[in-house]
């Protein structure tokens, strides 16, 4: 569960002491501040009975921003167990049936604990875009326009560039050599 807080420090101890209040403990902690925002990461345990007095109380801290609940039936685990355990029993294996018997126990407390991971955090949220009027958006649209258009424009001087030079060199060329024959034909008919 991530919830935005007004109040770090106090929303951190006040979900520490609901989660002793309802008979659960603090599995790990981490607790940071900044200039900007502050962010607290609870590991907690709550029992199983509990769980929902834990989220309601947990919600009412501040905005909620994720939640994820995901339930682990752990019955399926446990009889498998209690069959093996017979099993062991039956064969005279006490051993397996020691070993089977702390594991069924750790199950058991695995299940009467609820896993809760409670993330705190101070940032705002993240400033909303307004939305453009009909003249941002004109002036956008014709700038989008304009650049494109210079962009063909600059494409075509790229591509066609190089012809028209050398066609103005050809009629400069022929220009040149019009004026010097008409210049030779007044100069041998003068």
């Known amino acids: 569960m991530r919830l935005r807080v007004d109040d770090l420090s106090g929303s951190t101890q006040s979900a520490v002491r609901t989660t002793r209040r309802l008979g659960g403990f603090v599995a790990g902690a981490n607790y940071m501040t900044s200039s900007d925002a502050g962010n607290s990461r ?8 509990n769980l929902q007095k834990a989220i309601a109380t947990f919600t009412q801290l501040g905005t909620i921003l994720s939640q994820h609940i995901s339930v ?14 017979a099993k062991a029993r039956h064969a005279g294996h006490d051993r397996t049936v020691k070993r089977l018997e702390r594991r069924r126990d750790a199950l058991i407390r ?28 004109f002036l956008d649209t014709s700038g989008d326009i304009l650049g494109k258009e210079a962009i063909a424009v ?5 591509v066609v560039g190089p012809f028209v030079l050398i066609a103005a060199l050809l009629l400069v060329a022929e220009r040149t050599r019009r ?12």
């Open 42 to 49: 609870l590991a907690l345990r709550v029992p199983v009975a």
């Open 72 to 85: 682990a039936d752990l019955q399926g685990g446990l009889d498998r167990l209690d069959a093996r355990i």
């Open 110 to 137: 695995e299940g009467t604990y609820a896993r809760v991971s409670l993330q705190l955090t101070t940032a705002k949220p993240a400033a909303k875009n307004a939305v453009p009027s009909r003249f941002d958006r």
């Open 154 to 158: 600059l494409y075509a001087l790229v």
């Open 179 to 190: 004026r010097r024959a008409d210049h030779r034909l007044l100069e041998e008919t003068g």
